[in-house]
């Protein structure tokens, strides 16, 4: 770990003046926010992550909250806990595939620490990542090559992936705020600004240091999660042990059951993509369709058609479909 | 000493009874001294670092940046580290470690992870931060680090017998039943919570090493002989061990390294193993390939067991496994065959691991015998009992003690083996799941080392016990206390224990299962002694109402001396001391151990059966251990509660090895990929069975006059087997590669999706 400076702010401005020092909110940034700590911190001691200043936004007031809005929507403060997010009321009523989904991440301990935006911006488990012994890693040093790709990678991405990068994004809880359309709230130097969750993880492609949308400055304040309509959820994790480890396979599932016809349908799937991975080939399957085997097998068929394995992640693909169409039939069956 | 004829012990207050941990309280409240706790004034801090290639020599190392950050105090290389040795050949349980060469010995890489230098500076961040600043530089040659063993180059060029009788090949040739197999078991690590740690302390030319061991006397040896001292000027203690499974039975190269900073800077130094490196540098189970092949007649009755397994080992040190150690006693058969093979890969030593031999080896040749079983349409439980020797067929003794029929028949009654459909896939639970029935027998050593043992009974009423062993997380602290109540008639408060301490009277290692046994013969008769010279002491002290009293006469009971029968009179013991003003009468007792003796009369082994249940959910590809019924025959518990404790945690290991530990080299770099707890994945709590344990009460007096033997690795032995058995059962999949992972079971019928 290298020596850095702390400075703690209680105020977004003050957060963002700081940070806008940054050449870049990506790999390399010389300031970062901490707010749990879980994850940046493991990063900073394998000295993946080398930011010469880090600002501590906990103590900013009012980002801890759970507030229902006037429309309808729920805001989620980006210092709202985990564990807090998985038991609010409003979460387990209205949004239970989030709950869900935070419940069968990491461990209650990791949860009680871990924040909303620390969780969005989790970065992945690719142990050459994680790794300086390995040169080759183009997410940490851009143009490097990747281990992964001929190395150890049984847990690696199958959608989304470059010849550049196949590293899993990890996250849990993205993959539920995928099918719930969450909206990111942002403040940065040129002011405000809010960035739909589709539209704010990056493929890898040929630039796998750049994940996300932020730049030099910018501090997620909040998410908000748009009114639903009455519907059924389901998250579905699958994985080598019972608890404490990240997807194999995980499916986020949104949905309606209308006179026998499948509506509103979403899903999105964790642990295959290079980011959560929403699936519209699925959903465009399943909507307006009477629910049955065949047309949940057809729809993971779709969802996958795209998948690009290599060795020892081919068996990905088989898993997907069934954690896929487990989660349909249960929800249906809800 | 002359070896005694053991007098049965079978009436006792204390021996057998359920009884709490002595040294609980001290865990629980954080106030029990770890190695790594240990702290002096003006310790320093050390941290290594590793090599980054798998085989090769160093070409340079620039440490000059690494010199000048704050607080560095040195960095030691091949070339300024200081003398250190190689031992002399090792002798009985003296002299013994798995990687022989000294750290930093020259610029040879052998393994990923080797330690190439070493960092010292007044914090840990400093000495990591330092560590991390030198620059290596290496001459790479090409390294082997391929799990593929059978059939590969051996060191040996050829196969070794372990053991063999009648002719295997014919008989395997002319079968009506066979079954040949290959089963392959991955390089598994240790991971104890407490990282092995040293803190070395050197003050006019004496060691004190505060160290993570289970072996403190070899420890002690070992580090004299290789830092060039006479062992009277070492001392190594391990009050506490946050276990080790194995890990932590010979000294590794870490401990070296610390000992030789502190000598060359003269002034403590603190050296904890990081995470990763204990993926490394401090053993771990080798990657093993077994091909058992069995014959049999139609009614089940075994004609010939060929059983050959090759392990890796490290370029210089030759770890054998010792898989077949059981091959040629398990079962009766009068065709046997087994051999071993090790080959050399570009990995760092590789140790024992719980069960070491047996554990791997059983699931071997208990995954054959379900296969056969398959084969004969023969109930597994069936089969087993169908081949019960009625002696040591390997050795023609008879066995000590031998209840694995009994084993089996308890096991299947309380797991309800009669119930179950041997159709694969046949079974559900409640919630129709599929369910998977499974069966293996077990076996492990049963003996006893060397042992001294010195017991004091001082003024202040308490006893004192003392030997050179140490509790490695087993409740040795318990059990000890417990054979010096018996024999005192002590309640357990009024005795402090004293272990883990080179200084000590030398007593066994923790390993083999066999500190407990070892400990019974010395404990009770330093006991013994002690109270002689307690009764002696009462006839010939002025004031004492026992004085020029005969010792025959008197007894020592419930901490009492009195006239022998007489419950009224008594003295306690402390106000006889007190009367005679001696501090304390104590009592010597030594016993040789049966280990590697020739002359055994009997073959000793602990016996068991194990029966497992796992749910499958063919939709999800979700295996579940639900259930384990483990039947245990290993002689008289001294502890109930801390022996249970054991075969649980073997059980949960056991889960672990069979469906979830590997260490993945990458095969590129040479190094193990996934070493971190994170990456490496053992078992949770959410992956525990309900686990039913059952102590077959059979005293084994001919090992030691309380009857016990040993649970601490018996509980590990066939469990794989036995759940990989119930995963065929559920699934119609053998998987004979170990762990079995999700991919394994994902063409199961019933898993229709490509
Ligand atoms: C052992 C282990 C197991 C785990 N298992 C799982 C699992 O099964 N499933 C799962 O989903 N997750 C898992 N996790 C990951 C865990 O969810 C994340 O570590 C956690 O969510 C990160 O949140 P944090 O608040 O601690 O983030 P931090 O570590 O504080 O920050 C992470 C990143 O976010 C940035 N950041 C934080 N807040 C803001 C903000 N407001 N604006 C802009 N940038 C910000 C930081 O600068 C940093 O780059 C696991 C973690 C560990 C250590
Ligand atoms: S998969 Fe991505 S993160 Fe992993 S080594 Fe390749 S480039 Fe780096």
């Not at chain 2, 639970?429 to 043992?453: F, M, Y």
């Amino acid at each position: 770990m290298i020596d850095f400076e702390l400075t703690r702010v209680g105020t977004p401005d003050a957060a963002v003046q700081i940070a806008a020092a940054t050449p870049t909110a990506q790999q390399g940034a010389t300031v970062r926010f901490i707010a749990g700590g879980t994850n940046l911190i493991d990063y900073m001691k394998l000295d993946v992550e080398t930011p010469q200043h880090l600002v501590d936004i906990n103590r900013i007031p009012d980002l801890a909250k759970v507030e229902k809005q006037p429309d309808g929507s729920l805001k989620i403060g980006a210092l709202v806990r985990n564990s807090d997010l998985a038991q609010a009321p409003e979460v387990l009523a209205e949004y239970p595939v989030l709950s869900q989904a935070l419940l069968s991440g990491a461990s209650a301990q990791l949860r009680n620490k871990a924040t909303t935006s620390g969780n969005l911006l989790q970065r992945t488990r690719c142990p050459y990542f994680r790794d300086l012994a390995y040169a080759e890693c183009n997410k940490r040093t851009p143009g490097s090559g990747c281990a992964a790709i001929g190395g150890y990678h049984r847990n690696h991405a199958i959608l989304g992936v470059s010849d550049q990068c196949i590293a899993t994004h990890a996250s849990d809880m993205d993959v539920a705020l995928m099918v719930l359309d969450a909206v990111i709230h942002v403040q940065g130097i040129k002011g405000n600004r809010t960035i739909p969750i589709g539209e704010f993880y990056k493929l890898p492609g040929t630039t796998p240091h750049i994940e996300n949308a932020l730049e030099p400055g910018d501090l997620i304040t909040h998410v908000t999660l748009p009114a639903l309509p009455e519907t059924k959820q389901i998250y579905l994790k699958l994985r080598d042990r019972a608890s404490y480890e990240f997807a194999l396979a995980s499916a986020a599932i949104v949905m309606q059951v209308q006179g026998g016809r499948l509506r509103h349908v979403r899903v999105a799937m964790g642990g295959v993509g290079t980011r959560p991975w929403r699936m519209p080939e699925a959903e465009h399957a399943l909507e307006g369709q009477a629910p049955g085997e065949g047309v949940f097998r057809a729809a993971a068929d779709a969802a996958l058609k795209t998948a690009r394995p290599h060795t020892d992640n081919a068996f990905k693909i088989p898993l997907a479909k069934l954690c896929m169409i487990r989660a349909l039939t249960t929800v249906t069956n809800a | 000493m002359e070896q005694q004829t053991p007098q049965p012990i079978t009436e006792s207050k204390i021996v057998g009874v359920p009884t709490p941990r002595i040294d609980g309280p001290l865990k629980t409240t954080g106030t029990a001294m770890y190695s790594s706790d240990h702290h002096f004034p003006g310790l320093v801090y050390a941290w290594p670092v590793t090599a980054t290639i798998a085989s090769g020599t160093i070409s340079g190392i620039d440490s000059s940046s690494a010199e000048k950050m704050p607080g560095v105090l040195a960095i030691y290389t091949h070339k300024n580290i200081g003398p250190l040795y190689r031992t002399p050949p090792s002798a009985g349980f003296s002299m013994i470690l798995d990687e022989r060469r000294p750290p930093l010995e020259d610029e040879i890489v052998r393994y990923y992870g080797q330690y190439v230098a070493v960092a010292i500076a007044h914090t840990v961040e400093q000495a990591r931060a330092a560590a991390e600043a030198v620059k290596v530089t290496y001459n790479k040659t090409p390294h082997d680090t391929s799990d593929k063993l059978l059939d590969t180059p051996t060191i040996a060029g050829k196969l070794k017998e372990v053991t063999k009788r009648g002719d295997t090949a014919a008989a395997l040739a002319g079968a009506a039943y066979k079954h040949d197999a290959v089963y392959s078991t991955p390089t598994e690590t240790h991971n104890p919570i407490e990282l092995h740690a040293s803190v070395a302390v050197y003050k006019d030319g004496k060691f004190t090493l505060y160290e993570t061991s289970q072996a403190v006397v070899n420890h002690r040896d070992v580090m004299a002989a290789m830092l060039g001292v006479p062992p009277e000027n070492v001392q190594v203690i391990t009050r506490f061990l946050g276990s080790g499974f194995g890990g932590k039975l010979w000294p590794w190269p870490h401990a070296l390294l610390a000992a030789a900073s502190a000598r060359n800077l003269n002034r403590p130094v603190k050296l904890v193993v990081g995470r990763s490196m204990m993926f490394q540098s401090v053993g771990h189970r080798p990657a093993i390939d077994q091909r058992v092949q069995l014959a049999a007649d139609k009614s089940g009755k075994l004609l010939a067991i060929q059983h050959d397994y090759v392990n890796h080992t490290s370029m210089l040190d030759d770890y054998d496994e010792g898989c077949a150690e059981s091959t040629g006693f398990m079962y009766s058969c009068p065709n046997v065959l087994a051999t071993s093979g090790l080959v050399r890969r570009n990995v760092g030593t590789p140790t024992s691991m719980r069960g070491p031999g047996a554990v791997p080896g059983l699931y071997a040749l208990e995954s054959a015998m379900d296969e056969l079983a398959t084969k004969l349409n023969i109930d597994p439980v069936q089969l087993r009992l169908l081949n019960e020797p009625e002696k040591d067929e390997s050795t023609g003794q008879p066995f000590s003690s031998r209840h694995l029929k009994e084993c089996l028949t308890v096991g299947a009654e309380k797991f309800g083996w009669a119930k179950r459909n041997p159709a694969v896939g046949s079974m559900k639970d409640a919630e129709g799941r599929t369910l998977g029935w499974g069966v293996a027998a077990c076996t492990w050593i049963a003996t006893r080392t060397d042992a001294e043992v010195n017991v004091e009974l001082r003024q202040d009423g308490a006893a004192r016990v003392a030997c050179g062993t140490q509790d490695i997380g087993t409740g040795t602290y318990t059990a000890v206390a417990q054979m010096v109540a018996h024999e005192t008639g002590l309640p357990l408060q009024r005795i402090d224990v004293v272990i883990g301490d080179s200084g000590l009277p030398p007593g066994p290692i923790s390993g083999g299962s066999w500190a407990t046994a070892s400990v019974v013969p010395a404990a009770l008769q330093a006991a013994q002694q002690a109270r002689k010279q307690l009764l002696s002491l009462s006839t010939k002290t002025d004031g004492c109402p026992f004085k020029d009293k005969s010792v025959d006469e008197l007894e020592f009971v419930d901490g009492v001396v009195r006239i022998k029968g007489q419950s009224s009179g008594g003295v306690p013991f402390a106000e006889i001391l007190k009367t005679a003003n001696v501090r304390s009468v104590s009592g010597t007792g030594k016993s040789t151990g049966l280990f590697g003796d020739p002359n055994q009369k009997f073959s000793f082994h602990s016996f068991g059966a194990q029966f497992a249940e796992v749910t499958w959910q063919p939709e999800i590809a979700r295996l579940h251990v639900s259930r384990v019924v483990t039947v245990i025959d290993a002689g008289r518990m001294i502890n109930p509660r801390a022996a249970r404790n054991q075969i649980e945690g073997a059980v949960v290991m056991g889960v672990g090895m069979a469906m979830l530990e590997a260490t993945e080299y990458d095969h590129r770099s040479g190094g193990p990929i996934n070493a971190s707890l994170a990456d490496y994945i053992v078992a949770v709590n959410a992956d525990c069975p309900n686990i039913d344990v059952t102590f077959l009460d059979y005293p084994d007096f001919n090992l030691n006059p309380l009857g016990a033997r040993g649970v601490g690795e018996i509980g590990l032995a066939g469990i794989a087997a036995a759940i990989t058995n119930a995963v065929h059962h559920a699934t119609g999949i053998r998987v004979r590669n170990l762990p079995v992972r999700i991919e394994d079971l994902l063409v199961a019928p019933g898993n229709k999706t490509s």
